[in-house]
């Protein structure tokens, strides 16, 4: 089955980095985007922005870029999420979502989504 | 502030139906684009309850419907049981943002 697998949860010091990854499985993992949603908690969710995982193209939403790096390693289906600079605003649950549908265009739903990774970030 | 527009919680007794609006504008579902609609429940991962406004996936209850007309689009829910108490989010494309909005969350609970 389809099937999307993050990495564990994350305590950072408030400058530090994170790397989350997102490991896909049970489709090609090519033909479909993958997307990044954040949750901060007790809020809903915020879309970061989203890969194509043909050309490795980014696209990021307002509020994240910069300090927001989507990549790819397709030899091992998985999806990174890269935060450096972090801070206390950035404790949040991440999510990586397959993107199916004409995710180029506007018509992108996500399904299925990863169990989230929660990065802390606390002095 | 959400672009899409959901009222912040809503609530019935077992065995009721409720409604959970969804308000764009015409530079998101007022455009044409899609809504999708998510459940999540207390302490897991967003899951796609309905997509392209009003198909379920495979597996979802035929309880759950959704609906889209003009700027809005919404979700009913029929024969209201327990384990619906959840978090419900609506989702679709805007035009002006040049990426996928949601909407801030309406929390379902049923009394």
């Known amino acids: 089955q389809v099937q999307m697998v993050q990495s564990g949860s994350e305590l950072k010091k408030p400058g530090a980095s994170v790397k989350v990854s997102c490991k896909a499985s049970?489709?090609?993992?090519?033909?479909?985007?993958i997307n990044w949603v954040r949750q901060a908690p007790g809020q809903g969710l915020e879309w970061m922005g989203w890969?194509?995982?043909?050309?490795?193209?980014?696209t990021y939403a307002q509020g994240f870029t910069g300090r927001f790096v989507f990549s790819l390693d397709t030899s091992v289906s998985t999806a990174f999420l890269q935060i450096s600079s972090l801070e206390a605003e950035d404790t949040a649950m991440y999510y990586c979502?397959?993107?199916?549908?004409?995710?180029?265009?506007?018509?992108?739903?996500?399904?299925?989504w990863g169990q989230g990774t929660l990065v802390t970030v606390s002095s | 502030q959400s672009v899409l527009t959901q009222p912040p919680s809503v609530s019935g007794a077992p065995g009721q139906r409720v409604t959970i609006s969804c308000t764009g504008n015409?530079?998101?579902?007022?455009?044409?684009?899609?809504v999708h609609w998510y459940q999540q429940l207390p302490g897991t991962a967003p899951k796609l309850l309905i997509y392209?406004?009003?198909n379920r996936p495979s597996g979802v209850p035929d309880r759950f419907s959704g609906s889209k007309s003009g700027t809005s689009a919404s979700l009913a829910i029929t024969g209201l049981q327990a384990e619906d108490e959840a978090d419900y989010y609506c989702?679709?494309?805007?035009?002006?943002?040049?990426?996928?909005?949601f909407g801030g969350g309406t929390k379902l609970t049923v009394l």
């Open positions: 979502a397959r993107g199916v549908g004409y995710c180029t265009g506007g018509r992108c739903r996500f399904d299925p």
């Open positions: 049970g489709y090609m993992f090519t033909d479909y985007a």
């Open positions: 890969i194509n995982t043909d050309t490795g193209n980014p």
């Open positions: 015409i530079s998101n579902i007022g455009a044409g684009y899609d």
């Open positions: 392209d406004n009003n």
């Open positions: 989702q679709s494309y805007d035009t002006s943002l040049s990426g996928r909005v």
